[in-house]
């Protein structure tokens, strides 16, 4: 028998066949049994319900699970965005072999339909024609049910980020309240969390060879229910790593101090006061026993919705557990069930990454709908995802929560032969590749230098409060990438689309000359977020200086080249820990800076999310947590979130009468007037002409500083898969 330690595990592609593998590769999953009929199958071993529609491209979690199974030689079914108000869409490619595995899609449910503000979307990105209300709300907990009602006797797997970010007991934005894990709500019999392709694969095999689902617990990456603590596991009371009493006024946790060891990064416990998160030392059971007979014993789901601060320390805790080389197993009560969470996967490696990329995807929406526009795959179309994975650790977003801080890289031969293919096989293709990136665009192949350092570092980030010593900033591999892309036969331009990690770009100047000289189009979206630094603190974004920097940059290699390039900066209203004087500073640097915005994100507190700690509890959690902790000023009324807005749209004359009486309240009255220095006119038109936007907010059109646009929205839907959920 093999073992498998450490970061190492089994291979996704070294598992034998399942004997099905004989009747070969569809030209898409099937949806429909006269399509299972075509192939010759009698019945699906595995049939993947999604809330989106079924695009066969590796950007769509659904059709790459899919074709991974497939290429394990299973068969496998696709039944997409269903109609939910009876079992019978449920049955229509009939029993599964094996299992059903339920998706909400790239995008969390909640999110896809609804808007910051808890208003309906009109239209949906993943369904034919944009259609709005394909999907129901929490489609994880709808599709499954639906599944059980259908063939009760058939084990029900659910995954995707809706899952994920629900494994625990979770504050949910749209009902406002913590609500239970979403394995008690759906009684579903495991869960794989993150990206799943070693749970899912094992777990096929083993379900395959007999296993019964509920005897599979030891699988990373999953998470399920039990009666007990088994006998062979020691309780860690969470209590016990990040006492939430009362203590002494305490040092920032992610400012490390290492002695003679290396100094940014955070260890484990055992090394004493290098890892000043921890308050007491483990109890002399626990010491003995090696890690993966430990199993963290988290705060109830009935502690959690009854002490904000305990919902506050449990998210604290989560989140120092997530490093797959040290982190231990996580339990949570929740009446006389537990839930229980396996530690994270092991990440793939780049051979694992190819395989799983180059499976023989059709890259364009099942036939069944008939050449239909579905804007998330226009979008994607002509871009490919060299890499997955995020060290950023910003609080507001879900990618690292859901895929993980390593970074995952494709081989540079893959990703070419991508491109290729795209040249050669997909409709329209023009000779412009809208993207390579991923999460972000230039964490390709960046890791730490130290394997022994990476396994034990227990930081939220690589990049907060500054650029961990330990991080490879290279960015050689990824301008060697860019250079044979754009060389490739039959391609004329290639453009990066994702958002930049533009504190990590300035460590490498001759990343920024090969982008900006020849991967812009015109625009460049980077996200400083805001520009208060006791604001960036509760993101553990940088600080207005490395934009700056970047900026400098910018504009130095677009005037080497000749070329007129502007940035396009994201911002976030509302977001925990910012105040009325916080926005108001930040739209007179925005005023100071010509620029005049369109699309402004509203923070949207999304599960599992370190600033959705913050931003129920209002306390902060990369800090110890206390009753007396330090307090985060929470803008959560709709007339603050309101005025958030507007300050960052201080141009709309929409916004002036709000952002007039805000400046009175506030003692500016001097920044209203006529004049340059002032943020807003003291006269209002009398005629306002709207437009409306696709989420039913209006706004006023007003014309830009000369040579810049920032109508188009940059959103891309592959970053919704971890997406930062700003919407």
Not at 266 to 274: I, L, M, S
Not at 714 to 721: I, L, Q, R, V
Request: glycine residues 6%; proline residues 7%; charged residues 25%.
């Amino acid at each position: 028998m093999e073992i498998y330690t450490s970061l190492t595990a089994k291979p996704v592609n070294s598992y034998r066949p399942y004997w099905a593998k004989r009747f070969g590769t569809a030209p898409v999953l099937p949806m429909s049994r006269a399509e299972m009929d075509a192939l010759g199958w009698d019945s699906c071993d595995i049939i993947l319900v999604s809330g989106d529609a079924y695009i066969d491209h590796p950007s769509f979690g659904v059709a790459l699970i899919g074709r991974l199974l497939e290429a394990q030689g299973f068969r496998v079914g696709i039944i997409a965005q269903p109609d939910w108000q009876s079992a019978e869409p449920f049955k229509v490619l009939g029993k599964p072999n094996l299992y059903f595995g339920v998706t909400a899609g790239n995008m969390d449910s909640m999110v896809n339909r609804y808007t910051a503000d808890r208003k309906i979307r009109s239209d949906d990105a993943y369904t034919p024609n944009a259609e709005a209300n394909k999907r129901p709300d929490r489609a994880v907990l709808v599709y499954s049910q639906r599944c059980k009602e259908a063939y009760s006797d058939v084990p029900l797997v659910i995954g995707s980020i809706e899952a994920s970010l629900r494994r625990i007991a979770h504050y949910d934005y749209w009902s406002d309240k913590v609500r239970r894990s979403i394995l008690i709500d759906s009684k579903a019999d495991l869960l794989v969390y993150g990206n799943a392709e070693r749970a899912i694969v094992e777990l096929s095999h083993r379900i395959a060879r007999g296993e019964a689902i509920h005897d599979i617990q030891d699988i990373r990456g999953t998470a399920f229910i039990r009666k007990q603590v088994p006998d062979d596991f020691v309780e860690v009371p969470s209590t016990r790593l990040d006492r939430p009493g009362v203590v002494e006024k305490h040092e920032d946790p992610y400012a490390m101090k290492m002695g003679k060891g290396d100094a940014s990064c955070a260890t484990d416990e055992k090394a004493g006061e290098t890892a000043p998160t921890i308050s007491l030392p483990l109890p002399l059971k626990a010491a003995k026993v090696p890690r993966d007979r430990q199993v963290i014993r988290m705060p109830s789901y009935e502690e959690v919705v009854n002490d904000p601060v305990m919902y506050a320390h449990a998210s604290r805790v989560l989140h120092l557990e997530a490093n797959p080389g040290n982190a231990r197993a996580l339990v949570q009560k929740h009446g006389n069930r537990e839930v229980w969470l396996n530690p994270p996967p092991i990440p793939l490696t780049t051979k694992e990454m190819d395989y799983v990329y180059d499976l023989p995807y059709a890259r364009k929406p099942h036939p069944a709908y008939k050449g239909a526009n579905i804007p998330a795959w226009e979008m994607i179309r002509f871009s490919v995802n060299i890499m997955r994975g995020c060290f950023g650790g910003c609080t507001f977003c879900s990618i690292t929560e859901h895929e993980g801080r390593i970074i995952q890289s494709r081989s540079e031969d893959s990703i070419l032969r991508e491109i290729e293919e795209i040249r050669d096989k997909v409709d329209g293709f023009t000779g412009v590749i809208s993207d390579l990136g991923g999460p972000t665009a230039n964490m390709y192949r960046l890791s730490c230098k130290s394997e022994d350092i990476e396994k034990n570092c227990r930081k939220l980030s690589c990049v907060y409060p500054g650029v961990c010593e330990n991080l490879n900033t290279d960015h050689s591999a990824l301008i060697q990438l860019y250079r044979k892309a754009r060389s490739l036969r039959g391609v004329k331009k290639i453009l990066i689309g994702s958002g930049l990690r533009y504190d990590l770009a300035v460590k490498s100047p001759e990343y920024v000359k090969e982008l900006v000289q020849h991967h812009v189009g015109g625009y460049l979206k980077i996200a400083p977020e805001h520009s208060e630094e006791n604001v960036l603190s509760k993101m553990m974004k940088p600080g207005m200086g490395a934009y700056d920097e970047f900026k400098r940059m910018f504009e130095k290699f677009s005037a080497e080249a000749g070329k007129k390039q502007y940035l396009i900066p994201y911002f976030i209203a509302a977001h925990p820990g910012t105040t009325d004087e916080d926005m108001l500073n930040l739209a007179l640097w925005l005023k100071r800076n010509d620029f005049r915005l369109d699309q402004v994100q509203t923070f949207t507190p999304t599960p599992m999310a370190m600033a959705t700690a913050m931003y129920h509890s209002g306390k902060n959690p990369l800090r110890k947590v206390t009753a007396d902790s330090e307090p985060v000023p929470i803008p959560k009324t709709g007339t603050i979130r309101k005025l958030h807005k507007a300050f960052i749209r201080y141009h709309d004359p929409q916004n002036w009468p709000m952002l007039r009486e805000a400046l009175k309240k506030m003692g500016r009255a001097d920044l209203i007037g006529n004049g340059k220095k002032h943020l807003v006119p003291a006269y209002q038109p009398a005629v306002l002409p709207k437009i409306v936007q696709s989420d039913g907010s209006r706004f006023q059109a007003k014309p830009m500083p000369k040579g810049f646009n920032q109508t188009k929205s940059f959103a891309s839907p592959k970053k919704h898969t971890g997406g930062r959920h700003k919407h």
